[in-house]
């Protein structure tokens, strides 16, 4: 095999992985960037070294997790209508969601009041070495309960309303999960089996177009393509656990975008862009192809008009820097 034609299966293998650098550590910091452009994710710092997994796509090779550092990238100005859903041809520009932007605003806990009542009822019991509370926390899946002996505690406990007791961790803080992360641990828990049972009910149904952790809603959230199919409807629902499985519409499956991003390819080498291209991913919601390219990007409205003709998706265009090798 040749160099160049190595060096062309790399960048077409490099164009497939999606960006995930919204997703990085220092978890459970919130960042919301409303109108449109929403890129937040809460993940608790630390999570990733005891194996929490933030997200997966659903019939992909890439979880949602460690990235290296992120790259500048320019948000493309807002279409003249108004209208996020443009299709990238004429006057108008398509925009779409990146990174985790759907899961940017989890719906409140129903029962908070009934569950902060439980916890402030609770007795302080970290001075009873049979079983000490270190923390108790409302959570979308009711209270969760950090304690020191999980076999002497949950009985009690429970009778009082706690819905989850799990012992805590003492050497968690040294890698970076403090009390507030182990209760988020715990919910993640629970997801895990739910996620496990969705992706072997749908193994082998065409149309997925995305299989995730909502762990602030606590929920795993099943996109695909529409029209979804009744099987594929039918997961929706609340698990015996409390977790919610939520299916979300999307105009485009992960088969889709990959078809796209190797039609982008062709266009690429064919059109003389391929020194411009940085990146290119899904739109996390569904709705079409994102595409990078290094500035100067004079020319966003036309290269969006052009791609989406060569791809047949809705593409937008994101201002990107290339990737800078790392120095160690």
């Keep these: 095999m040749s160099d160049d034609e190595l060096t062309s299966r790399l960048e077409r293998l490099a164009g497939s992985v999606r960006s995930t650098d919204a997703a990085v550590p220092q978890v459970l910091a919130e960042v919301r960037r409303r109108q449109g452009r929403r890129r937040a994710f809460a993940v608790v710092g630390g999570v990733a070294a005891v194996g929490l997994v933030v997200g997966a796509v659903l019939g992909g090779s890439a979880w949602l997790g460690g990235a290296p550092g992120p790259r500048p990238v320019a948000d493309p100005p807002p279409s003249p209508t108004g209208n996020p859903s443009s299709t990238g041809i004429g006057e108008e520009l398509f925009r779409c969601q990146r990174g985790l932007q759907p899961y940017a605003d989890p719906p409140p806990i129903d029962d908070l009041a009934d569950q902060q009542a439980i916890v402030d009822s609770l007795p302080d019991t970290r001075k009873i070495s049979a079983w000490g ?9 009711g209270v969760v309960a950090l304690v020191v002996n999980a076999q002497f505690a949950e009985p009690p406990l429970t009778a009082l309303g ?14 970076g999960l403090d009390e507030h992360a182990q209760v988020v641990q715990v919910v993640g828990w629970q997801l895990d089996p739910v996620l496990r049972e969705v992706r072997r009910e749908t193994g082998g149904i065409p149309g997925s177009a995305g299989l ?22 039918a997961l929706a629902g609340e698990r015996a656990n409390g977790v919610r499985v939520e299916v979300w519409p999307a105009d485009y ?10 039609d982008l390819q062709a266009w690429l080498e064919q059109s003389g862009n391929r020194d411009r291209w940085t990146s290119s991913y899904g739109c996390s919601d569904g709705a079409g192809l994102v595409v990078g390219i290094a500035p100067p ?3 966003r409205a036309e ?3 052009l791609i989406t003709e060569a791809v047949g998706m ?15």
């Design 253 to 262: 499956s992960a088969g889709d975008v990959r078809r796209a991003q190797a």
């Design 314 to 328: 809705p593409t937008m265009v994101v201002a990107e820097e290339h990737p800078v090798d790392r120095a160690w």
């Design 133 to 141: 509370l270190v923390r108790a926390e409302p959570t979308p899946l």
């Design 162 to 175: 706690v819905s989850h007791v799990r012992e805590w961790d003492p050497s968690g803080p040294e890698v």
């Design 212 to 233: 995730a952790y909502w762990h602030e809603a606590g929920a795993v959230v099943v996109q695909w393509k529409t029209p979804v199919p009744p099987e594929v409807e």
């Design 297 to 299: 990007l004079e020319d």
């Design 303 to 305: 290269l969006q008009r």
